[in-house]
């Protein structure tokens, strides 16, 4: 299993940016893949973007290809989230969270995603 803490929200206009990180502790941190989901209130919770264990692949939802990037740093079990030109509907708790299985080459289902962190709330104000 794999340990996760999401940090790096705040409260920031619209058009601005944040970077969120999330600190895996776990030793199969480097073999699972990483992704960012969010919640608004009132709403499910939404996939955000993804990456495989070896970041050579990313995914993104529609809502927010060209505006956020996914990455990762296996030597300091980390993942991260930069979000640019952010807007009012991007406002959400945002969740960290790993597959639980392994050295994936393309991108994960839902249900593989077997660990969590506990989110970060992002507020962006228009």
């Known amino acids: 299993q794999v340990q996760l803490v999401e940090s790096g929200g705040g409260l920031v206009q619209a058009g601005g940016s944040l970077r969120l990180s999330c600190a895996a502790s776990?030793?199969?941190?480097?073999?699972?893949?990483m992704g960012w989901f969010r919640q608004a209130p009132g709403k499910e919770r939404e996939f955000v973007a993804a990456i495989i264990w070896s970041g050579t692949s990313t995914y993104y939802a529609d809502s927010v290809k060209g505006r956020f990037t996914i990455s990762r740093d296996n030597a300091k079990n980390t993942v991260s989230l930069q979000m640019n030109s952010l807007k009012p509907e991007d406002t959400a708790v945002y969740y960290c969270?790993?597959?639980?299985?392994?050295?994936?080459?393309?991108?994960?289902?839902?249900?593989?995603?077997?660990?969590w962190g506990q989110g970060t709330q992002v507020t962006v104000s228009s």
């Open positions: 969270a790993a597959t639980r299985t392994h050295f994936r080459q393309s991108r994960p289902a839902a249900y593989e995603y077997g660990d």
């Open positions: 776990g030793r199969t941190f480097s073999s699972a893949a």
